[in-house]
């Protein structure tokens, strides 16, 4: 079974953050279709699709997928997956209704505090070159650890991040 559970940050509730459960896989769907030309995975996710990936992601226990939320508005989603001993951040997709209120990098922050208290010391992500997101990654914190032919990889830079505090609140494990 894997667990299900929020993380609610212990100051003003700006954002809180959910992990997905099967009523969020069409949002998400239509999210990545939209924004699909800044990710590296170019194709559009058909539902069949989606509902593949989901199943795999239940599978997966180091890989978590949250939706963002601000006084009962989906501002987005994003995720990270624990790989040998790091965490990647991926999918962060503001939705639309979600963008330019500040809300998803309050839910960066709360997923990084996350990542960094119970998880790894060490926080990247891929971001495409031609991705403006790459600016946004800056103010949540990150920086620029390599420059490959059509991307980088950013790292948290844990000497400018400041962690929140939160609460984990769990519910019942979903199958």
Known sequence: MRESFSLIPSGPPAVQLRTIEPRDLEDLRRWKNAARAAFFFKEEITPAG???????????????MFMAEAC??????LGFRILDGAADAYNIIGAPAGRGRGLMSAAMRL????????????????????????????????????????HYKMELDLSVFTPCAYIKSGKEPRP
């Open 50 to 64: 989606q509902q593949a990936w989901f199943q795999g992601y239940l599978a997966r226990p180091l890989d978590f």
């Open 111 to 150: 997923m990084c505090s996350y990542i960094l208290a119970e998880h790894s010391r060490t926080v990247a992500c891929l971001v495409l070159k031609d991705n403006p997101a790459a600016a946004w990654y800056r103010k949540c914190g990150y920086r620029i650890a390599e420059e490959r032919t059509d």
């Open 72 to 77: 009962h508005l989906d501002a987005g989603c």
